[in-house]
């Protein structure tokens, strides 16, 4: 078996997921409620066999920090781990990284020190489970270089995807990164026939696209790295190297969703929600692992909860209403509350009594969802306040707003980022 490392690449400043990515990294976003994007490269890489894992990041990496060392801890006999590899000042460089091959080209010596035969580079944001063993095979059977995980796609998604062109026996001969013309898209379409050899169905997918998932021998991922100025690898690596040695597709049919942006990933969160959702986080034995919490049962006091996700320890008031939701741990909520097609992220802690009282007396909004209030088609990040009768609708239909201290609005989904305090009566 080869040695495999494997490096989760964390993104950059998360632009497209602000505001939810402006006090914590990307990887460190909370999905369905109680889990974090990196709780998923991280469980393949488990499932897989693959224990040894870096992740790479450098924006606002304290709270992602926080959450591996109080989730990922292995057999010490094994030598397995889950280490942040935070981009830092070095008497090689004292610049950010540029992009995805500049941050694994700065972290070449953690990856070098031990004999792994195979690097596996994996994307921080993206919802998807997969058996990264069968894609070592199939590098590993082809004698390849690089191994490239591919999904097919219609033409509609092709323009937003790195999209690849390969032989009937699945080396990779083309590659283009977000192909803006028709020329260029059908240059890299594959013949249907040879995804049906393959053993794909195309249904109306001829393009494929990579998934940002590659499987590298060590040797060419160093050598590459070290010989180009190259600062990413879809628009200058993959397009070189695959002029001059074997690149292998590893073709996936399963689902897979890349939650970069705010609408992507409010609606990757209400998909949850389905009667079958196209992503389940308790498939049998590959669950998706985070971290352990010592919460009480959730308290349901005579509300209406409809196709949501409802995790632990929250207490939701008599009369309330809740639709194609997701509600996050220690979500409180008021009586008479409406809350439909929206992400609640929860809070870090429980207000005591006391605590209650003095906000009482100081008019300050408790934490959780006062009553009365009615929000659809949002998201409320963690540990926010929100008082009696407020409205979060976005009524107006607005897409895209600029930001004020309340909330943002993205994709048409209200966010309210983390902390915010919305007092009683308030309309968004």
Request: proline residues 3%; contains cysteine.
């Given at each position: 078996m080869p040695r495999v490392i494997s490096l989760i690449l964390g993104g950059g400043r998360g632009t497209r997921l602000y505001p939810l990515t402006k006090s914590r990294s990307k990887p460190a976003v909370p999905i369905a409620g109680k889990y974090r994007l990196i709780d998923i490269p991280v469980s393949n890489c488990i499932h897989s066999g693959l224990h040894r894992i870096f992740v790479v990041t450098q924006f606002n990496s304290v709270?992602?920090?926080?959450?591996?060392?109080?989730?990922?801890?292995?057999?010490?006999?094994?030598?397995?781990?889950?280490?942040?590899?935070?981009?830092?000042?070095?008497?090689?460089?004292?610049?950010?990284?540029?992009?995805?091959?500049?941050?694994?080209?700065?972290?070449?010596?953690?990856?070098?020190?031990?004999?792994?035969d195979l690097v596996l580079i994996l994307s921080g944001d993206q919802l998807y489970r997969m058996d990264f063993q069968e894609m070592i095979k199939t590098h590993v059977e082809n004698k390849a270089v690089v191994t490239i995980a591919a999904l097919p796609?219609?033409?509609?998604?092709?323009?937003?995807?790195?999209?690849?062109?390969?032989?009937?026996d699945g080396?990779?001969?083309?590659?283009?990164?977000?192909?803006?013309?028709q020329e260029k898209l059908n240059r890299v379409r594959t013949d249907p026939n040879w995804l049906d050899k393959l053993g794909l169905k195309a249904h109306g997918r001829p393009y494929l696209a990579s998934m940002g998932i590659y499987v590298f021998n060590t040797k060419t991922l160093v050598d590459l790295l070290a010989s180009s100025n190259a600062t990413d690898f879809g628009h200058e690596l993959l397009p070189q190297i695959i002029t001059q040695q074997r690149v292998q597709a590893h073709l996936f049919d399963g689902y897979w969703e890349d939650i970069g942006t705010v609408g992507a990933f409010h609606q990757a969160n209400i998909d949850l929600t389905l009667d079958h959702p196209p992503f389940d986080f308790t498939h049998g034995e590959q669950p998706i692992f985070t971290r352990p919490r010592f919460l009480p049962s959730?308290?349901?006091?005579?509300?209406?909860?409809?196709?949501?996700?409802?995790?632990?320890?929250?207490?939701?008031?008599?009369?309330?209403?809740?639709?194609?939701?997701?509600?996050?741990?220690?979500s409180i909520i008021g009586d008479n509350v409406t809350i439909r097609d929206s992400y609640l992220m929860g809070a870090d802690l429980y207000e005591q009594p006391d605590d209650v009282r003095r906000n009482q007396?100081?008019?300050?909004?408790?934490?959780?969802?006062?009553?009365?209030?009615?929000?659809?088609?949002?998201?409320?990040?963690?540990?926010?306040?929100?008082?009696?009768?407020?409205?979060?609708?976005?009524?107006?239909?607005?897409?895209?707003s600029e930001e004020c201290p309340t909330h943002v609005i993205r994709d048409g989904v209200v966010v309210v980022p983390k902390h915010t305090i919305l007092h009683e009566g308030s309309v968004i």
């Open positions: 709270s992602l920090h926080r959450h591996i060392y109080n989730t990922y801890k292995f057999d010490p006999f094994e030598g397995g781990f889950v280490e942040i590899l935070a981009a830092q000042q070095t008497m090689q460089s004292e610049t950010w990284y540029q992009g995805t091959a500049d941050a694994v080209r700065r972290n070449i010596p953690y990856f070098t020190d031990k004999d792994y796609v219609p033409e509609s998604e092709a323009r937003s995807c790195g999209v690849m062109r390969i032989q009937a080396r990779v001969i083309d590659f283009e990164e977000k192909p803006k013309t959730s308290r349901i006091l005579g509300a209406t909860v409809r196709n949501s996700l409802i995790c632990d320890g929250c207490v939701i008031g008599r009369g309330s209403v809740i639709e194609n939701s997701v509600i996050g741990v220690r007396g100081e008019g300050i909004v408790n934490l959780g969802v006062g009553a009365g209030s009615v929000i659809e088609r949002a998201i409320v990040d963690k540990n926010s306040r929100i008082g009696r009768n407020v409205k979060v609708v976005n009524e107006t239909g607005i897409v895209d």
